[in-house]
Structure formats: structure tokens, C-alpha cells
């Protein structure tokens, strides 16, 4: 089992392009959760997601962000018009089912230039 | 508000001192409380939970509700336990971590 991937590893925009990050969770997980990590500062939970279906988004920005977990292919968490303020490590997590022991990607290091 | 401290940012130790990484969370109910590790370079990886009370890599940690803390002990360091340790918290019935900012630890040799 190769775990939980995500893609890229590291990703640079510009202000105001849009940043796809992207997580596949373990193999027979069907449950994904999204942290974002800003410096100096411990994970903060964003978004919670089962197939096809967003449970909880009360971590997630209310502008720019979004999530989706399809029935096909992976998770992808997205942020239009990125601003300097997004710079941080988005990491993944996967379960097989909830609540349980939460296994970690190796992170998405975004920067905005 | 649920909240995990990690009061110390670094931690350096010799090898073979004993190493203690502080902990305190802040939550009214029955916790469910893990030490994570991350060594350079790779993902966050599950230490112990404080359910299964075990011992990993000579780690252990103890809930102390009363002082609602969850230090991370080891009796002798290694330089390979140097590594950033987060401390979290799930309150029950939920699957949100609640993570403290965590501690680098550097064992030296």
C-alpha cells in the first residue's frame, strides 16, 4: 500500500492564478480530510469529504476555496485567485472510516509569489 | 474553545539524556490525545495514542486529565529520534485533529 500521495509536492503561482492540489487517498479509504499548515503554526483542520459528498467545510475559507472528493480519481482542493496569504502546506489525510486514525500525505508546499 | 500547547518551539538534548515534550490541551470532555512525528523530509506518521497506552520506540505518554497534558517521554535519546513531534486532540465522537504548532527536537550527539 503506497499511501496516502499527493501531488505536487511543491507548486509556485502567482497572485491571482488558481492552485489545483491533489491527494489520493490509501487504497480502501474512502474518507479525506484537508489541513492546511501556515508558518509557524500547528495543522488546522479545513474540510471534510466522502465520496461524492462534502460532511464539513467549517475549516475552509468562505471565498476562493473549494473541495471535491469524486467517485473517480482523486481529491482536489482548490484556491482561485491565490494571494500571498495562502503560502503554506495543505496536507491530505485519508481514513476508512469515521471517526478513526487519520493516515498522512507528505503535503502540498504552495508559494505565491 | 478545544486547543492543544506546545509551549516549546525546540528542544535540544544530548544523546542519552532523558527527553520530555510538553503538551496541555484545553477541553471539557473525554479526549482522545496522539503524539505524531515527523522525521525530515517525510509525512506526518502516528507515534502513539493514548489509547492503546503503548510504548514506540521507547516513547510513552500519559494522559493526565486532571492536568489536562499529554507529555511525550523517552528515558534515553537517540540522534535518531530528532525530528518535529506534534501533539493533537480529537474530541469525542469527532474526526477533526486539533493540532498544537509542535516541537522540534534535536538529539545531539
Known amino acids: 500500500n503506497a499511501g496516502v500521495m499527493q501531488n505536487p509536492r511543491h507548486l509556485v503561482r502567482r497572485r491571482g492564478q488558481e492552485a489545483r492540489l491533489r491527494c489520493s487517498p490509501m487504497k480502501g479509504h474512502s474518507h479525506v480530510y484537508w489541513y492546511r499548515q501556515l508558518p509557524e503554526e500547528g495543522l488546522k483542520f479545513m474540510v471534510y469529504l466522502q465520496k461524492e459528498n462534502i460532511i464539513d467545510e467549517s475549516g475552509m475559507p468562505k471565498e476562493r476555496f473549494s473541495a471535491e472528493f469524486p467517485k473517480e480519481g482523486p481529491s482536489i482542493l482548490r484556491i482561485q485567485q491565490v494571494v500571498r496569504g495562502d503560502s503554506a502546506a495543505y496536507f491530505c489525510?485519508?481514513?476508512?472510516?469515521?471517526?478513526?486514525?487519520?493516515?498522512f500525505g507528505p503535503g502540498t508546499r504552495l508559494t505565491v509569489l | 474553545a478545544q486547543r492543544v500547547t506546545q509551549p516549546e518551539k525546540l528542544l535540544s538534548v544530548f544523546k542519552g539524556a532523558p527527553v520530555e515534550l510538553k503538551c496541555n490541551y484545553s477541553y471539557s470532555g473525554s479526549p482522545e490525545l496522539f503524539w505524531y512525528v515527523q522525521y525530515s523530509r517525510q509525512r506526518l506518521q502516528l507515534l502513539l495514542r493514548?489509547?492503546s497506552r503503548e510504548s514506540i520506540k521507547g516513547f510513552t505518554a500519559d494522559l493526565n486529565k486532571g492536568e489536562t497534558s499529554f507529555h511525550l517521554k523517552k528515558p534515553f535519546a537517540q540522534e535518531e529520534d530528532s525530528a518535529m513531534y506534534y501533539c493533537?486532540?480529537?474530541?469525542?465522537?469527532?474526526?477533526?485533529?486539533?493540532f498544537g504548532t509542535g516541537t522540534r527536537l534535536k538529539v545531539l550527539a
Open positions: 493514548h489509547i
Open positions: 489525510a485519508s481514513s476508512p472510516e469515521s471517526p478513526h486514525e487519520q493516515f
Open positions: 493533537a486532540l480529537v474530541t469525542s465522537g469527532t474526526y477533526k485533529y486539533i
